[in-house]
């Protein structure tokens, strides 16, 4: 049974920075495709950022191109999302999620089959 735990979530101001890490055991994280999601309250849970098994390739929504930056560990079964110029939209519950890498790297929640428990970050103006 894969698990996913994310930290790294907290209270900033607006343009401070934050790391947040998802750490993945039971299964198969060096095969796996990892991303981020986010939800905001009163939002649908929306995709932030993927990355492919290998590392090389990364896809990132608009709102956070250019800001925030996916990466992966393969041998700390560990993805990370550096988020930085934090705004208060940024504000969300922040989730990972994996799939496997024949799936590729969808956009969409029913592309991945496992998911972390959340990490809360919150943006203050």
């Known amino acids: 049974q894969v698990r996913l735990v994310e930290s790294g979530g907290g209270l900033v101001q607006a343009g401070d920075s934050l790391r947040l890490s998802c750490a993945a055991s039971?299964?198969?994280?060096?095969?796996?495709?990892m991303a981020w999601f986010r939800q905001a309250p009163g939002k649908e849970r929306e995709f932030v950022a993927g990355?492919?098994?290998?590392?090389?390739?990364?896809y990132y929504a608009d709102s956070v191109k250019g800001r925030f930056t996916i990466s992966r560990d393969n041998a700390k079964n560990t993805v990370y999302l550096q988020m930085n110029s934090l705004k208060p939209e940024d504000t969300a519950v922040y989730s990972c999620?994996?799939?496997?890498?024949?799936?590729?790297?969808?956009?969409?929640?029913?592309?991945?089959?496992?998911w972390g428990q959340g990490t809360q970050v919150t943006v203050s103006s």
């Open positions: 039971g299964g198969t994280f060096s095969t796996d495709n």
């Open positions: 999620a994996a799939a496997s890498k024949y799936r590729g790297i969808g956009q969409r929640t029913r592309d991945y089959d496992y």
């Open positions: 990355i492919s098994w290998s590392g090389g390739s990364t």
